[in-house]
């Protein structure tokens, strides 16, 4: 069983419950444990096969929460679980992704107007009926329509890091057959986007059978749904659905081109062919029926007279005129970075202290991090004031002087307030050496507003980035209403920084707005936000995103020096 299965019935569980309407600790015990889970780079099931481990070891882990992991590794489910899920069906969860919609609400819709979906919840709020119910009115109604299909969708969806833990395994398991020459994930998961449909993997070998036999062996498969001569579709014990499809060595490249897509880019591609009196199939680039490309990808985007495009920038989004004109970019990897400045000890939420983070980035490869705990107005992650912070700095300071091999400096995640005041004096963030500002409250509020309060911030005298900018969760909370054309405009006149922050759920700048804010001459950073020594491991899922907005090493604040990153922060030159 996978590390994320388990996180995801813990999550599950603390969903239901509050559904339930049980007490916000228990709730939030569920998620905890969720998060440590999702975060451990150990295999949970070895762990627990482990007899010399205590899985109560791990941060927020209690012993009535060892043994429902342990069960669950075991037996393959939680009884509590189970029982849940006979009460609340699981388009009930699924509201919950609605803003607005909180656990309370929807059980009021489930329990007294048996709304049990988000089909019916769409055909409740068209007709009318929504606004008329105790406490939701006509702007709870409006909301909901808004939001619906977002929400529809995103049920649909898996997060990219969540798509990694289910087809990694299966690649593995094929690439280790005699029969398989070749293997691959293709499609949406491979152009790295941050939510994927359904899994696509392709494979070269002459026998097919075997291949599909060897895909329906893994442990993984729960399911084959469908199988032919040389395609099959399967679904993984995780829900997500996989399609392979299994070529001759021949053909491969094109397969693989093919399939990766996009679709629009794909259309291009055929197009560039017809206007050479060629055509482009999932089996090779053909002069009649003379097949003159297939092999590697590289061979097909030649005979379309192209140099290889990254699967990433695979999206008619500008990236033909680039390969026409010979300047693609050389996309940034996770190898270039250096420094990461966005991390949590604890200090306030996280679960590391400071010498146990910074030791973790160092074996990392990292020669750089900023400590950035939250500010007093998150009191719920226990944020720090003026004089906690001061102190903190002082330990901060102390460690630094302990480690060698890395520099930790000195920072602090600000809160901008709702009335677009900074939540620490100016005095405390001039003794930082790092200020991110971010948006946590007051996220709905309208663009004049949420624009007053970040461009207050990339003007305050000691404030050198804006960290997740939208404060969306991907698939479960829209982010702030943005104007990214004055917000990138006026950090550029400020020498401010914008963040790509890494966490799998934030991914906040995304692909787009990342693009456009290099257009704007901004440097981009590229930050974990980790909350435990595992966290920092995240870099790669920014680097993702980072890669889709075609941006290159130098384009990446943190892939400098030290030395050369602090340049960049003009405001503490
Ligand atoms: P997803 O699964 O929704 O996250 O997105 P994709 O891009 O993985 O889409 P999927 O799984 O439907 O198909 C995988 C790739 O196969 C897609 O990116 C391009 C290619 N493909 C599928 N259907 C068509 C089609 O009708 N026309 C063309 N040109 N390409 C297609
Ligand atoms: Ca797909
Ligand atoms: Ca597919």
Redo the contacts with the bound molecule.
């Keep these: 069983m996978q590390n994320d299965e388990i996180a995801n019935a813990f999550d599950e569980i603390g969903d239901l419950l509050e559904l339930q309407g049980a007490n916000t600790f228990r709730v939030r015990a569920y998620r905890n444990a969720a998060r440590t889970l999702r975060d451990l780079s150990d295999s949970i099931a070895d762990l627990v096969a482990d007899p010399k481990f205590d899985l109560d070891e791990l941060p927020g882990i209690g012993k009535d929460l060892a043994g429902k992991i342990r069960t669950l590794v075991t037996t393959g489910s939680i009884p509590q679980l189970d029982e849940l899920r006979a009460v609340v069906p699981p388009g009930v969860a699924e509201m919950l992704r609605i803003p607005g919609l909180g656990p309370k609400k929807v059980a009021t819709l489930f329990k007294e107007h048996g709304i049990d979906s988000l089909a019916s919840l769409k055909k409740a709020a068209l007709a009318g009926e929504i606004a008329g119910i105790k406490g939701f009115g006509k702007k709870t109604e409006q909301t909901i329509l808004a939001n619906i299909d977002q929400a529809a969708e995103a049920a649909q969806?898996t997060l990219f890091a969540v798509a990694a833990e289910s087809v990694e395994p299966v690649i593995r398991h094929l690439r280790a057959r005699d029969v398989v020459s070749h293997v691959e994930a293709?499609?949406?998961?491979?152009?790295r986007?941050e939510?994927?449909?359904?899994?696509?993997v392709i494979a070269a070998a002459t026998d097919a059978e075997a291949v599909m036999d060897a895909l329906a062996a893994q442990s993984l498969v729960e399911a084959v749904l469908s199988r032919g001569p040389t395609k099959m579709r399967v679904r993984l014990r995780t829900g997500l659905e996989l399609?392979l499809r299994v070529l001759e060595e021949a053909s491969y490249g094109a397969g693989l081109v093919?399939?990766?897509?996009?679709?629009a880019?794909?259309?291009v591609l055929?197009r560039r062919g017809q206007q050479r009196g060629l055509k482009v199939n999932?089996y090779g680039v053909f002069r009649g029926e003379k097949s003159i490309a297939g092999r590697s990808e590289e061979d097909v985007y030649a005979a379309l007279e192209l140099p290889w495009i990254p699967p990433e920038l695979?999206e008619d989004r500008g990236e033909f005129d680039l390969a026409e004109s010979g300047t693609l970019p050389t996309l940034v990897t996770t190898d270039d970075i250096r420094g990461d400045l966005h991390m949590h000890t604890t200090a306030s939420d996280g679960t590391a202290t400071i010498a146990e983070m910074a030791l973790a980035a160092k074996a990392l490869g990292r020669k750089y991090i900023a400590i950035t705990d939250h500010s007093k107005r998150v009191s719920m992650a226990r944020g720090l004031d003026s004089k906690r912070l001061r102190e903190h700095w002082k330990e901060i300071d102390r460690v630094n002087g302990e480690i060698q091999g890395i520099e930790i400096l000195k920072g602090i995640e600000c809160d901008i307030l709702e009335d677009a005041t900074m939540d620490l004096p100016d005095d405390v963030l001039a003794e930082a050496d790092w200020v991110i500002a971010v948006l946590h409250y007051g996220l709905k509020q309208p663009r004049e507003r949420i624009m007053k309060r970040l461009v207050a911030a990339v003007r305050h005298p000691y404030v050198d980035a804006i960290g997740h900018p939208s404060g969306r969760l991907i698939g479960r909370r829209k982010g702030a209403d943005i104007d990214y054309t004055a917000l990138f405009k006026a950090a550029a006149e400020h020498g401010v920084l914008v963040e790509i922050n890494a966490n799998p759920q934030r991914l906040d700048l995304d692909d787009v707005q990342a693009h456009a804010a290099k257009k704007h001459g901004l440097k981009i950073v590229i930050d974990t936000d980790a909350h435990s020594t595992e966290g920092l491991e995240m870099t790669q899922y920014g680097i993702h995103q980072a890669r889709r907005a075609g941006l290159e090493a130098k384009d990446v604040a943190n892939t400098r020096t030290l030395a050369q990153f602090r340049k960049l922060l003009v405001k503490r030159l």
């Design positions: 969806r293709a499609g949406s998961y491979r152009r986007l939510t994927v449909g359904d899994l696509d399609d093919y399939f990766t897509g996009s679709k880019h794909n259309i055929r999932e695979r």
